[in-house]
């Protein structure tokens, strides 16, 4: 492996060899000997009694798990990643060729700042055996991704040897825009996997937000449409009619699933509720709060407002389990007010809402950078409220916040990303920035607020950084991107600036070396949605011989056999007849692929395959057009198949567009029409996966034959 033998090494002595592991993050490291420990000889993995039960308090999660709770999700990543299935031993009955996980306290367990962290800690590796010392179990937690990525580069095996590894900031993730975008649990808890396979522990969640950054070029009856959308729901009659969209939201129980899965990864799932700004969906619930003439501000000066405001995190503060919540409180501007009217205001807001958070649940604030301190003002932020700062015309970090005793979150814009379309902002994470980003020389960290200015960014040991939460936004809403496309315009780039994010020190062309070896086994996820299989065909269904017994026998090698209750015709093909299925043991192939099918269709709107990302469709009721739906939007063609007569028909995932075609003509391209505040269009592509968990049903009357998946387009 290149990245492995791209070792930075100085020697010290002739067996001990400074050689930090390269992983997402590196972690440093001193080699002993020339030995290895073999992942695939473990006897067991062995949990220190005294520390089982011992949970890391000092994380910014309130349901942290347990040394042995980490164990156990150590014990499955270990299996998926080696093959090695192994128990969880007895202490006093260690053997040889164990994984010890312990804790302890060392003098390295320190941060960027130097203050003591719960997130560090120390690799004993012999040949013998593995020892985990954790500053606490989350600490192990980390050390375990560490010795998963090994086993991953080094071929099952860990050089012998130690190191102590600690995260130099304690806020190291991702914001995703869920407000203007919806996104499903199971989605959000997958992602967490991902994140939490490169060390990240927070993410970051916008529960509220409206599209259209211009409300007041409407009339008031038109605003109080828009797009607006508040996505927890409760039947808390305090709240009735917050939410109207019931099927698009997260439950109680849904936030706990979201929060614990989280939890048990090490991610922290951090929510935010946006008010006093881009508040439109409090506007409609209450007309009366909103600013006149621009709604999706809300009226800080009725009286009222506050207190329904405190009304609403009344109600979600219980539901969150974590030691801190964000409120938003960003971009309060209108044109008609003067910025200081709008700051005495804000200021007021924040301050409210800070007293009351804190005071009934104990919770800490977090806001966005809007309007900074200013020395005549009688109420500037109080100074336990943390900054989110993300763009230097709201704020300077370090002369208006660092300067003056606020931390400041590190969110600025250059690591922005805007799905599909911006005029400001970018679709993937600069690469370049993340490796060469510190204008005095060298890679991005979270202290630098400014990669062209070092005036503006304080030293890398602050204590005022706590760190660096990447964000991204669908100013340009709901029908933009699929639930996977958020991911897909995160995974080239997240994993490396993680890295800097913990503080580590991969090399561009190390990243380049193994990001993709690592991706493909990063535990408890598919994001790519890969589908194994021994060769380039995937998954080939003749469908002209009766099937025996509803198999249907897959004819690549894979053995992926199907289920039917269909028949098969005299003219060899499987006739589908309104509610009869052909069902695959598969859910949805990502790019690339080529599905191909012979098809001869009786009737529309009716679904042709179906899985649990995608779906491709034959009509929907209002139009007979060949389309996808996905993240439930329909991405029609411009076409539509004939009835009664055979067609072969192929659907292409290709880098991030998706085609289909017709007897080899033509390939067409479904892509999404997004409104850009209201102002113009923009066409744009759409990756969606093909469907592949069911095909037919849901009235689909027809034949087909010859359904074949490969891995390429
Ligand atoms: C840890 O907790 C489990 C379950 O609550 C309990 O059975 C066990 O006795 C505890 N172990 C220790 C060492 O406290
Ligand atoms: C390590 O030190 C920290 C800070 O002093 C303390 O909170 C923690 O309990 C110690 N951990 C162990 C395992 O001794
Ligand atoms: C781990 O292996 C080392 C070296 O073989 C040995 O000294 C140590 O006692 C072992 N630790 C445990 C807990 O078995
Ligand atoms: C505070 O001082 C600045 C700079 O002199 C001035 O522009 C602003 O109006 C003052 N703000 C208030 C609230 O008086
Ligand atoms: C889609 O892929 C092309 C080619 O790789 C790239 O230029 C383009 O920026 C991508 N579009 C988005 C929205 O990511
Ligand atoms: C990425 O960042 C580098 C360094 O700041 C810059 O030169 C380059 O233009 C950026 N690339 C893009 C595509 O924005
Ligand atoms: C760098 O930042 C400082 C402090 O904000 C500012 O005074 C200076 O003008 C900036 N330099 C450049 C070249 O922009
Ligand atoms: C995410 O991790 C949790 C805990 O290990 C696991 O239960 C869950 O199945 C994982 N999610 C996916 C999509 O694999
Ligand atoms: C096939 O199975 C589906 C689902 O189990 C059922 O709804 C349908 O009626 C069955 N159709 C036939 C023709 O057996
Ligand atoms: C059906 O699809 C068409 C074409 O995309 C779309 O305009 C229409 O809104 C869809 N109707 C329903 C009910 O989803
Ligand atoms: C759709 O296709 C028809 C026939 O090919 C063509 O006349 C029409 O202009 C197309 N419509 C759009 C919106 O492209
Ligand atoms: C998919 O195809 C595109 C376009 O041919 C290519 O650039 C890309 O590398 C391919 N991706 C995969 C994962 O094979």
Not at 47 to 59: F, H, I, K, L, S
Not at 188 to 194: A, D, F
Not at 463 to 475: C, E, L, M, S, T
């Amino acid at each position: 492996m290149a990245g492995i033998t791209a070792w930075l090494t100085i020697s010290l002595c002739c067996s001990l060899t400074v050689a930090d592991l390269v992983g997402i993050p590196t972690v440093p490291f001193v080699t002993s000997a020339a030995g290895h420990y073999d992942f695939h000889q473990t006897q067991s993995i062995v949990v220190d009694p005294r520390y089982g039960n011992a949970t890391d308090t000092n994380g910014w999660t309130l349901i942290p798990p347990t040394l042995n709770d980490f164990a156990r999700t150590f014990q499955e990543d270990l299996t998926h990643i080696t093959g090695r299935s192994c128990g969880l031993g007895h202490w006093h009955e260690t053997k040889a060729l164990s994984i010890i996980l312990t804790l302890d306290n060392c003098s390295d367990f320190v941060d960027a700042a130097g203050r003591w962290t719960s997130e560090a800690y120390r690799l004993d590796i012999t040949e013998n055996n593995i020892t985990v010392t954790g500053a606490s179990p989350l600490g192990v937690w980390w050390g375990t991704r560490t010795l998963l990525q090994q086993a991953v580069l080094q071929n099952g095996s860990i050089s012998t040897g130690s190191g102590v590894d600690s995260p130099g900031w304690n806020t190291r993730g991702v914001f995703l825009d869920a407000g203007r975008h919806y996104y499903p649990p199971s989605f959000l808890v997958e992602m967490c996997n991902w994140t939490s396979f490169w060390k990240q522990n927070t993410f970051h969640l916008h529960l509220s937000d409206n599209l259209y950054n211009n409300v007041d070029i409407y009339s008031l009856e038109r605003q109080l449409e828009l797009y607006a959308r508040f996505r927890l729901l409760s039947d808390d009659p305090a709240v009735a009619g917050l939410n109207k969209y019931a099927n698009e939201s997260y439950t109680l129980q849904d936030f706990d699933h979201i929060q614990s899965a989280c939890a048990a990864r090490g991610v922290t799932v951090i929510p935010e509720i946006e008010a006093p700004g881009h508040a439109l969906v409090i506007s409609q619930w209450k007309p009366e709060l909103a600013l006149e003439g621009q709604i999706d501000l809300l009226n800080i000066s009725n009286p009222d407002t506050i207190p329904q405001m405190e009304t609403i995190w009344k109600t979600f503060l219980p539901w969150f389990q974590s030691k801190v919540v964000h409120i938003g409180a960003d971009e309060y501007v209108d044109s008609q007010l003067s910025k200081n009217a709008l700051a005495v205001v804000y200021n007021t807001f924040v301050n409210a809402m800070n007293d009351f958070i804190r005071s009934v649940s104990g919770k800490s604030v977090r806001i966005w950078g809007t309007f900074p301190p200013q020395a005549n003002y009688t109420n500037n932020i109080s100074k336990d409220v943390t900054i989110q700062h993300w763009e230097f015309f709201e704020d300077n970090p370090v002369f208006d916040y660092i300067n003056n005793q606020y931390s400041v979150i590190n969110s600025d814009d250059h690591f922005y990303l805007v799905q599909k379309y911006s005029g400001s902002y970018a679709q993937q994470l600069n690469k370049t920035l993340i490796f060469h980003g510190n204008p005095l020389g060298g890679a991005f960290a979270p202290n630098i607020f400014d990669p062209n200015n070092a005036t503006n960014n304080p030293p890398r040991d602050s204590p005022y950084v706590p760190g660096h939460i990447a964000a991204q936004w669908n100013d340009y809403g709901y029908n933009t991107s699929t639930y996977l496309e958020a991911y897909d315009a995160w995974r080239n780039g997240l994993p490396a600036l993680a890295d800097k994010q913990w503080g580590g020190k991969l090399k561009e062309e190390q990243y380049d070396a193994i990001f993709e070896k690592l991706q493909a086994a990063a535990p408890g996820q598919n994001l790519d949605r890969t589908i194994p299989s021994k060769s380039s065909t995937i998954l080939k269904y003749d469908l002209t011989k009766d099937c025996d017994n509803g198999i249907v026998q897959d004819l690549s090698g894979n053995n992926y056999n199907g289920h039917t209750n269909c028949t098969t015709t005299a003219k060899s093909s499987l006739l589908f007849d309104g509610t009869c299925t052909l069902t695959t043991p598969l859910t949805s192939k990502g790019k690339n692929y080529t599905l191909s099918f012979s098809l001869n269709p009786s009737v529309y709107n009716v679904p042709l395959f179906t899985g649990p990302d995608s779906q491709l469709r034959l009509g929907n009721g209002t139009s007979t057009q060949v389309m996808m739906i996905s993240a439930g939007n329909a991405f029609a063609l411009n076409y539509t198949l004939p009835l009664n007569s055979w067609s072969q028909a192929t659907l292409i995932g290709r880098g991030n567009q998706t085609f289909f075609s017709v007897d080899g003509g033509k390939e067409m391209e479904f892509t999404t029409k997004l409104g850009v505040n209201g102002e113009f269009f923009i066409w744009a592509n759409m990756a969606m996966t093909a469907p592949l968990q069911t095909i037919g049903g849901g009235g689909f009357e027809g034949e087909m034959r010859e359904v074949v998946l490969v891995d390429h387009a």
